[in-house]
Structures are given as structure tokens and as C-alpha cells.
């Protein structure tokens, strides 16, 4: 391979390095699991959380005692598993957050849902606290900043961007100057 190759593939490298180490998996009613046993506050557990993109969702079962369904608002409410959005059963269902917004998922099984067995994963369309790395959206958000200290606080926001691109890539560049000279 060529430089240009291997610098590319390098990048790329860094790319889905960076990307998987931002993910965090969440196991619902972590040691518990997914269960109607010792009255879980699901939705106690949840609020603990700091659900965001990219993050797998786990529900961990006996299949031969509980499933889990995708529903809607309403029908968690309810508890109505009729016509769920989809239906996972396999005992250790993986679900990867991919969108903002409440994901509402219930056990089908009569009597679960009203016992508790529900969890409502809201994923908040806000990084205040999170790390400067973050989704570019967030960054391009207007901060408030006071006005003695940056007169024209529209170009912090690029800057920002542009800053922590050139930190990858400088990264990546040293190590990769590094694995040739070797
Ligand atoms: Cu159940």
C-alpha cells in the first residue's frame, strides 16, 4: 500500500475507534435484567441514564417467561401489547439508539406491564454536559458568552469544529509519521 492508501485507512480507522468508544451499552435493570421479580423501577433506573445516539440498549430474560415490545406512547400508557411496533424475544435483545426522542418498550406477556415491567428510554437532544467532541449540532448552538470577552461570539463555534478535526488528524499523522519511520 501506498502512503496515500495507508493514511486513509489509518483515518478510518480512527474514525470508527472514536465512534465505538463514544457508545455506551446500558443493560436494563442492570444486574436484574428484564424481569417482574422484586418490583423493578424501570423507570427509576432510566432516569440514571444518559441515553444518547449511537448507545445498544439490552434486555436481558428468560424467553420462555417475557418478551419485549416496541410501543407507542399510548399504548405504554396503557400497557397495550396488541399491535406493538416490533417484538424482540430471543432472551438477550440488542437495540442500538439511533434517533432522538422516548423509545417506550413493555413486556407482552398478560400482567407484566401493569407489574411494571415498562421502560421508557428518552434520549435528551442536549449535551451540556457532554464531552467537546460532541455532535457538531451542539456545538453550533448559540452560547451565551459574555460580550467584554468575545465580541463576535458566531465565529467560536467553527473554530471549535475545526479545532478538534485538526487534533484527530495531528493524532493521527504523528502516529502514522511514527509507524513509518519504524
Ligand atoms: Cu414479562
Known amino acids: 500500500m501506498g502512503f496515500v492508501e495507508r493514511s486513509v485507512v489509518f483515518l478510518m480507522v480512527m474514525m470508527v475507534a472514536i ?3 463514544n457508545a455506551a451499552v446500558h443493560k436494563v435493570g442492570d444486574s436484574s435484567g428484564w424481569t417482574i421479580i ?4 424501570y423507570k427509576k433506573w432510566a432516569a440514571t441514564k444518559n441515553f444518547q445516539i449511537g448507545d445498544t440498549i439490552v434486555f436481558e430474560y428468560n424467553s420462555q417467561f417475557h418478551n419485549v415490545m416496541r410501543v407507542t406512547h399510548a399504548m405504554y400508557k396503557s ?3 396488541s399491535s406493538p411496533l416490533t ?6 435483545d440488542s437495540i442500538k439508539i439511533t434517533n432522538y ?3 417506550f418498550f413493555l413486556c407482552g ?6 407489574a411494571g415491567q415498562k421502560v421508557d428510554i428518552n434520549v435528551l437532544n442536549v449535551s451540556a454536559s457532554a464531552a467537546p467532541t460532541k455532535s457538531p449540532s451542539a456545538l453550533a448552538s448559540p452560547v451565551p458568552v459574555a460580550s467584554t470577552q468575545a465580541p463576535s ?5 467553527p473554530l471549535i469544529v475545526a479545532k478538534g478535526a485538526f487534533g484527530i488528524i495531528g493524532l ?3 502516529v502514522l509519521v511514527f509507524s513509518i519511520s519504524t
Open 19 to 21: 465512534k465505538v468508544s
Open 109 to 114: 406477556i398478560p400482567g407484566h406491564c401493569q
Open 153 to 157: 461570539p458566531n465565529n467560536a463555534s
Open 101 to 103: 426522542g422516548h423509545h
Open 38 to 41: 422484586g418490583s423493578i423501577d
Open 79 to 81: 400497557c397495550n401489547g
Open 87 to 92: 417484538t424482540f424475544s430471543t432472551g438477550k
Open 172 to 174: 493521527a499523522m504523528t
